[in-house]
């Protein structure tokens, strides 16, 4: 996921079995994989199962993920990430190579039930300065031509997921959408490709980066319970920024003549840390209200029915650029350990099922020494290494660990370093200034990790990045 957008929505259709049960049979979710400690694809699978989730959206084609989908049972969409829009675009042999690589050989031999190639990510957002204009749709029109030579182009569905900033409305009312000026004609021309292929237009919706982007925007509105005032649209009433993003899509469509235009939320969710309006109560509150109008079956005024729609996201990735925001690492509704964030019913009484088998390391954090000299010069510098290297994302104006005073600051930055590093010796050697401890120093809602263990490949390089810290704060200590 990039940076996202005005408003919000995102992810399933709640199926009713007679008067038994409910099953969150049509639920969505984002499987992004940017984690320094991955669980491992079998583990995330038998978490989608646990929780009735049988959709998931891939950012990359990740042969390991799609072989741990095999034969179970969960409907796939796989991305092809921006930087391949290039070489795609030009060769229709290195689209069929991809289709070969990534969707037909998963299809045929795992038995993976790929239903959708999504092609590149918000490729037209303003802020890539229109890198991506020129080349999105001829790669799109590759990957389909690969997919009938392939024999899938009934099964397989290309579509490109976009950002809702494609469309606008100057009076702010979903009757005057239409797609961006600049970028009209180049959105026509991508969704009568996709309606002449039967495929669906992919739309990411956050009402999360609306309030970002926004001071002033009315905090209700973002919400499906909100007390805000609604908006009268000719006689259409909207009580959320949701319903009002989605149908000025809606319009937009629907003014250049593809009214029926199947339309799937590819994104939406609310991220739990990382900004002052990122929190635990936020997050439940927008998703659980978007799973309840989901069970009723409830969607816009202009259409009615539960959306096809996927959450955003799965699991927190620690890792991800946080260029957009620090929010960008919290959008999980599980832990990146795969514990529940919060109480969440996807369409069943017992809430989110956690994830089985996951092991953690030592119960040993690392923290600032209580003989170290808060005056020290090389503070900075190490704690500047350290959250360059790690995820001091909560430590924020707002976030969880935004309250914390200066020791307990740095305590959470080395404590984040020693984590990621797999928990090395050489990992807490901040010279002067850094301990292991077994006492817990999380405060309050600010909690201090403990890493899982993972077969992450990423290890050796934190390996080779605690030798260089080492090394660098060493020279650094000569110096001064």
Same mark, same amino acid.
């Given at each position: 996921m990039l940076s996202k957008s005005v408003f919000a929505v995102s992810f399933v259709i709640i199926f009713l079995y007679g008067n038994l049960f409910t099953e969150a049979e049509g *639920?969505?979710?984002? $499987?992004?994989? &940017?984690? %320094?400690?991955?669980?491992?694809?079998?583990?995330v699978v038998k978490l989608l199962q646990d929780n009735g989730i049988r959709k998931v959206k891939l950012f990359e084609a990740d042969s390991q993920i799609l072989r741990a989908l095999s034969r179970s049972g969960i409907q796939v969409m796989v991305g092809i990430p921006n930087d391949l829009l290039a070489p795609i675009a030009g060769s229709v042999a290195v689209a069929e190579r991809w289709v070969s690589q990534n969707v037909s050989a998963h299809v045929s031999s795992n038995g993976v039930d790929i239903r959708y190639v999504a092609v590149g990510n918000e490729p037209f957002l303003k802020s890539f300065n229109g890198t991506f204009e020129s080349i999105t749709l001829?790669? !799109?029109?590759? *990957?389909q031509s690969a997919l009938i030579k392939a024999g899938l182009a009934n099964q397989v569905k290309v579509t490109v997921p976009l950002n809702a900033d494609v469309y606008e409305s100057a009076s702010n009312l979903p009757s005057d959408g239409d797609f961006r000026a600049e970028i009209r004609d180049l959105m026509i021309s991508i969704v009568k490709f996709l309606s002449d292929n039967q495929a669906p237009f992919t739309i990411n919706i956050y009402p999360f980066i609306s309030l970002y982007n926004d001071p002033h925007f009315p905090v209700e509105f973002a919400f499906f319970d909100g007390t805000g005032s609604p908006v009268n649209d000719n006689g259409r009433i909207y009580d959320n920024v949701l319903d009002a993003n989605y149908d000025t899509l809606v319009w937009s469509l629907q003014k250049n003549g593809f009214g029926n235009m199947s339309i799937i939320v590819g994104e939406?969710?609310?991220?739990?840390?990382?900004?002052?309006?990122?929190?635990?109560?936020?997050?439940r509150r927008y998703n659980q209200g978007f799973m309840n109008r989901q069970k009723a079956g409830r969607g816009t005024p202009m259409r009615p029915g539960a959306m #096809?729609?996927? =959450?955003? %996201? =799965?699991?927190d990735e620690d890792a991800k650029s946080i260029q957009p925001g620090n929010f960008e690492r919290h959008w999980g509704i599980f832990y990146i350990d795969g514990q529940p964030k919060y109480q969440l019913s996807l369409g069943n009484a017992n809430g989110l099922i956690p994830a089985k088998g996951v092991h953690h390391m030592a119960k040993k $954090?690392?923290? !600032?020494?209580?003989?170290?000299? !808060? &005056? #020290?010069?090389? !503070?900075g510098p190490s704690v500047s290494y350290a959250c360059d290297h790690a995820d001091c994302t909560s430590l924020g104006y707002g976030s969880s660990c935004g309250n914390l005073d200066l020791a307990k600051n740095v305590s959470y930055a080395f404590n984040s370093y020693y984590q990621v590093s797999d928990q090395l010796d050489s990992a807490c050697k901040f010279p002067g200034l850094s301990v292991v401890t077994t006492s817990d120093p999380s405060v309050g809602s600010c909690k201090f990790k *403990?890493?899982?263990?993972?077969? %992450? %490949?990423?290890?050796?390089?934190m390996r080779r990045s605690a030798t260089v810290l080492i090394l660098l704060l060493t020279c650094l200590y000569i110096v001064l």
């Open positions: *639920i969505g979710v984002n $499987w992004g994989s &940017q984690a %320094s400690h991955p669980l491992p694809p079998a583990t001829p790669a !799109l029109q590759n *990957i939406v969710g609310w991220p739990t840390d990382g900004d002052k309006n990122a929190n635990m109560q936020y997050a #096809d729609a996927y =959450l955003f %996201s =799965l699991i $954090w690392c923290v !600032l020494a209580p003989s170290a000299n !808060l &005056q #020290d010069p090389q !503070l *403990i890493m899982i263990k993972s077969d %992450s %490949s990423g290890s050796e390089a």
